[in-house]
């Protein structure tokens, strides 16, 4: 009896899984995990064997043809996770598996040829062998087994791998896919070595071209190296040493003189990058604290992963997630790498998830230092191949600890023990497209489970929904109250200029903390009442003059999300809210391809019901005539900065200087060797930079975000600006913090002018509790993209109408539609986007087993933007 398998295949559009049984050959060599080449259809197509099955769903099972890889490119907890997240995003299985395949595998399978032991085709069958199939056997027989695209190179224009295949049927030849190591990327390198005795090239010295020309004494030059060279030298020493080029060596070769071949590097991203090993500090006693209890769980943890694929968590609340708050500057990446240290003592490996490596290249830095040689680096700029290896180094056991974005969560470590998900309330972590959209924190934490691993989430701004979950279900919960007073030493001189206290900390002492920086709330309003129109209203003007005096350095934080649509009264701060959603209204131009729009001139939009309405030209508070919305970018900032301080040496740190590769990396460099006095920046500045210079903070308008007409437009506005807060006041310098706004008495506003998490997590618990959002509900979104605006309306009706039928075939007395209405950002590349959100106890489940077509659905969706 055959073995049979079932297999995800790798086609897109294609979900569900398939049966295929294993031919002879393949005994024995395939498990689940194994990249294999099976038919389907009329195709040859890839596939991941998932698992055994003993009795196939079909009749008449095909048979996988080939293995690509002989060790299996997923893990059974890989298996599982892919399994679960399908299930859960409600995306194709295929599209998860893929996320755990290296970028490029596919591509770089190619099929060895080699001549078998068969008789010689003269015999029985040469009459009928074609002109490429001579051609293809003499190759073979001359060179040894080959790989298609070292063949191509040599049969020119042919099409030979027709022919290559009947001689394969014949059993002339012998055909399978194999996985060279590829070839791309800079750090592959060639090598040539001698081909001949010395003796014998010297004998053969005429052939080497002319005597006395130049080319006749490179190549002897080159000759004379490689005899006093024992092994394969790299290409590049060969010219170096001998000055001869890459034609004298193709010459050579062709000829037998040497041998050229290529020697694997692992491409290793980060062999330039030096940094000086460090060692772990000595902890607080907050963080021991904090620390104590997080190592126990380590050392609590099952001993090895959980094996077979689906296996159920059985390790319950040892493996509860941790959820590690702490203010910023509290020393929460210190913990990290203490966790990561006692998880490779374990002899177990760790994945450190970050927001974004070029916006984090501190905390990137100090797991580097801390674990060298032993890390790996997952970020969006290595060439396919250098990601590969990475992957490769990792599979086998070289690397064990990876730190990167959400696509390092599924490096194939055998061993995990610890994922690390640090900012772990960062938007990042979500992808949006392509398919699967997922949470790489829910992911972690899923995943964590199924290896038996600990799951460490950091943030000093938890979202609430995540708060809200950790208390639910019983994650652990570790604070860390306080900041720690960093850069001592370095700052040393400057504090005492300054005039600030001196606290030198011997090495080996444990260090202080330090409060977080006071912050000011500046009532814009005011400010325009008594004449002052600049965008810096007088307390953040004077506060920058004097941090250029002291020659310390601030940042100006803008917040470009939001900016420039929502409207309100500069006199009293009043915002337009729909009347029945609650939500602030955004504002419109008319544009005559909008037909939506069309009703006015300068319209006022609701986003959740569609409610519009002409913009006032009086508020209806306090009737007030300056009813504006609010517009300015980071160049006006900076402008408007560079006039009122012109001395001032600027940096602007935006999507629009961050262009170039690397220019994240020379900016923050640029900063933090204070070669600027000012940053103006918008989000980026949100990521955890530690710059002890900075003294300052200046936040030119809270509000934008707020009125953001999203259920979550609070949440983000309280993070972002807890967390450009916390970049001032980092060491004994102190600092402070100016927080302009046209509405101080919101509850955001305030919560985040005391660094008040608790506060705000209560107001914006009820407010969820009120309104029915999340965590009170779970929501999914269902997004629908035409050129056509007209059609983008009626199919978003005719959905909403099916949407209502299933909803009452099925009795769900708890589930809502909320729409149809255009998206907030209502055009994308062209498109015009409608939307519709579910509510309810668990809405995905009433589209879950449905076809819905070219609608993008969304779980838990982060925006509703
Ligand atoms: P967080 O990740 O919570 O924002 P960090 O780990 O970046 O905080 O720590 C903030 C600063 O305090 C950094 O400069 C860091 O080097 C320093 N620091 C952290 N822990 C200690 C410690 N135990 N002793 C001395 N300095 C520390
Ligand atoms: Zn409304």
Redesign the pocket.
């Known amino acids: 009896m055959p073995t049979y398998l079932e297999i995800v295949v790798n086609v897109p559009q294609v979900t569900g899984v398939f049966h295929y049984h294993l031919p002879p050959a393949l005994e024995g060599r395939v498990w689940p995990g194994h990249l294999v080449e099976a038919p389907f259809g009329r195709q040859i197509v890839q596939g991941v064997v998932l698992r055994y099955v003993s009795v196939p769903a079909v009749p008449e099972t095909r048979p996988v043809l080939d293995l690509i890889d002989p060790q299996p490119a997923l893990t059974a907890a890989q298996i599982s996770l892919a399994e679960q997240l399908a299930h859960e995003t409600l995306s194709p299985l295929a599209a998860c598996v893929e996320l755990m395949l290296p970028p490029g595998l596919s591509q770089m399978a190619d099929t060895l040829y080699e001549l078998t032991e068969a008789k010689d085709p003269g015999q029985s069958s040469a009459g009928r062998l074609n002109k490429a199939q001579i051609r293809l056997l003499e190759l073979l027989e001359k060179r040894g087994p080959l790989r298609g695209r070292q063949i191509d190179g040599s049969m020119g224009k042919l099409k030979w791998r027709p022919s290559a295949e009947g001689l394969a049927r014949r059993g002339l030849v012998s055909a399978r896919m194999v996985l060279p190591p590829p070839t791309v990327g800079p750090k592959n390198v060639r090598t040539a070595q001698l081909g001949c005795s010395p003796a014998e090239f010297e004998k053969r010295v005429a052939e080497l071209g002319r005597p006395g020309a130049a080319a006749h004494s490179r190549r002897l030059a080159i000759l004379r190296f490689l005899t006093r060279e024992p092994g394969p030298v790299d290409v590049p020493w060969v010219y170096a040493e001998s000055g001869g080029n890459s034609s004298d060596l193709r010459y050579l070769a062709e000829r037998g003189f040497v041998i050229l071949g290529e020697t694997e590097v692992w491409r290793d991203p980060l062999a330039e990058v030096d940094f000086a090993p460090s060692q772990p500090l000595p902890l607080t006693a907050g963080q021991q604290a904090a620390w104590a209890e997080i190592q126990a769980g380590l050392r609590a943890l099952p001993t090895a992963s959980v094996g077979p694929a689906g296996a159920a968590d059985p390790a319950g609340a040892a493996l509860a997630p941790y959820l590690l708050h702490g203010v910023t500057g509290s020393g929460k990446t210190e913990i990290y790498l203490y966790a990561v240290e006692e998880t490779l003592r374990q002899g177990r490996s760790a994945i450190v998830l970050v927001p974004e490596i070029a916006l984090t290249p501190q905390t990137v830095r100090r797991f580097l230092a801390r674990f060298p040689g032993q890390v790996g680096l997952l970020h969006s700029q290595l060439s396919p191949g250098e990601r590969y290896d990475t992957w490769r180094r990792a599979r086998s056991g070289l690397l064990s600890v990876m730190v990167g974005p959400r696509s390092a969560l599924f490096t194939p470590f055998e061993n995990l023990g610890l994922i690390v998900v640090d900012e772990c309330h960062d938007d990042s972590y979500y992808q949006s497209d392509p398919q699967p959209r997922y949470h790489a924190r829910q992911a972690a934490i899923a995943y964590a489970r199924l290896c038996g691993a600990a799951c460490l989430l950091g943030s000093a701004t938890p979202g609430v929904a995540d708060r809200y979950q950790a208390e639910r279900e019983r994650w652990r919960y570790v604070s860390l109250p306080e900041r720690i007073l960093g850069h001592r030493q370095v700052i040393q001189t400057q504090a005492e200029r300054a005039g600030g206290r001196s606290r030198y900390q011997p090495a080996g002492e444990q260090a202080e903390s330090i409060e977080l920086p006071p912050v000011q709330v500046v009532d814009m309003r005011a400010e325009l009442k008594a004449g002052c129109t600049s965008i810096f209203s007088r307390p953040l003007q004077e506060a920058l003059q004097q941090v250029l005096a002291q020659r310390q350095q601030a940042i100006l934080f803008l917040n470009r999300r939001g900016a420039a649509t929502y409207v309100f009264c500069r006199d009293c701060g009043y915002t337009l809210k ?4 609650d ?1 602030p209204l955004t504002y419109h131009l008319q544009s005559p391809d909008q037909p939506h729009f069309e009703s006015a001139r300068g319209s006022l939009l ?1 986003h ?4 519009d309405r002409q913009a006032p030209r009086i508020c209806p508070q306090c009737g007030g005539k300056r009813v504006r919305h609010y517009g300015t970018g980071t160049q006006r900032v900076e402008a408007a900065a560079q006039a009122l301080l012109p001395e001032a040496r600027l940096l602007r740190w935006d999507a629009e200087t961050t262009r170039q590769k690397g220019s994240h990396e020379l900016i923050l460099k640029h900063f933090s060797n204070h070669q600027a006095d000012i940053l103006v920046g918008t989000q980026m500045l949100a990521k955890g930079l530690d710059l002890p210079l900075v003294t300052l903070v200046g936040v030119v308008l809270a509000d934008v975000g707020l009125n953001l007409p999203d259920y979550r437009a609070g949440e983000r506005t309280f993070q972002v600006l807890t967390q450009v807060a916390g970049r001032a006041g980092r060491s004994p310098l102190g600092g402070q913090v100016i927080l302009q706004t046209f509405q101080p008495e919101n509850y955001v506003i305030q919560a985040a002018a005391r660094h008040d998490y608790a506060a705000f997590y209560q107001k914006e618990l009820d407010y969820r509790r009120r309104l029915k959002y999340p965590p009170y509900s779970k929501l999914v979104r269902l997004e629908y993209r035409h050129l056509d605006p007209r059609q983008a309306e009626r199919s978003a009706q005719e959905m909403a109408r099916q949407l209502r039928a299933w909803i009452q075939a099925e009795e769900r007395r708890a589930t809502e539609i909320i729409g149809p209405a255009p998206c907030f950002f209502a055009r994308l590349g062209g498109n015009y986007r409608w939307q519709i959100i579910l509510r309810g106890p668990d809405p995905a489940s009433l589209i879950r087993k449905r076809d819905l077509g070219e609608w993008r659905i969304e779980v838990d969706p982060p925006s509703l933007l």
Do not use: N
């Open positions: 729909c009347p029945h959603c939500l609701c959740r019901c569609g409610y």
